[in-house]
């Protein structure tokens, strides 16, 4: 080798690798936050929660508060918080129940057909009408187990005498007090359960838009497209945070109920009032909201079919 050519591969440069070409930005993935992880899991663990199926959870009511009555007539269960009819879960949760129940399911109603319903009122309207008919189901139970509860008693010491004139005299009057806790817990945790079966499959929402967008012949107008992937997107996060409050008050709703069954009330006044739970959800649930006319219809039912099963 001559002197000339040794000067020339002293002088070369080393070979580097080549470097990613200014203003791109990197492609690969990155790697998942903490805190997004826990949030994730958080939501599927509230997801297969709250989608029991109805008709399960309902059946099971029914045996636990049978088995545990039967039980605690034999062996009573010692004295807790919630024996305290005064304890602050039940003043200031049970007994405004329905509102805490319809308040948390009135805007979860709202902002999920507002979403699957491509913002129509009329439609959305219409899906709130299901919360309506509960709230008139609950007020007219209430009013007549009062009523039950007058006139359907009998007088200790004269069984002719009526409410009013027993407890003029000084006498007790006893009387079929159905449980109003069992029902109101139960009718809430049953519309609860079926007014969240539109989150099954929700996350598709935004495959199926993106598909539907990326047709030449879409089945919707590009107009609905884009103004239900804008509603999803901004209704979504806001979708997400009621379902864990929902969860949470379906938990104490539940905690509630067992504690009722454990302390308060007979079989039969814990049984009465279940079933007029159970008679409402059949009444509607399963009856009339199936109808095709003069109906609110089922969560899910807009403008685009999303939910697993449809």
Known sequence: MSMRSRRNSAR?????????????????????????????????????????????????????????????DYFPFPRSYFSDKRNFINQYFVKLGWGWTCGLLGIFVYLTSDTYCCGTRRDVSRHLLRLAFGTLWWFLCVNLFEIIKDHFGVCVTDYDLSHDDCEALGNRWVQFDISGHAFLLVHCLLIISEEVKCIDGWEHIDEILS??????????????????????????????????????LSLTWTIMLLSTVIYFHNFTQKLAGTCFAALGWFISYRFWYKWNFLTPGLTGEGVIKYMKGN
């Open 12 to 72: 070369s440069p080393a070979p580097s690798s080549p470097s990613p070409p200014v203003g791109r930005k990197d492609s690969s993935p990155q790697p998942t936050s903490l805190t997004k992880r826990v949030a994730n899991l958080t939501l599927r663990l509230c997801k297969r929660f709250l989608l029991v199926d109805t008709q399960t959870q309902l059946c099971l009511y029914f045996c636990v508060i049978t088995i545990i009555s039967v039980l605690t």
């Open 211 to 248: 598909k539907e967008m990326s047709l030449r012949q879409p089945r919707y107008s590009a107009h609905a497209l884009n103004r239900m992937k804008a509603l999803y997107d901004r209704n979504t996060p806001c979708i997400r945070f009621l379902i864990l409050l929902l969860t949470l």
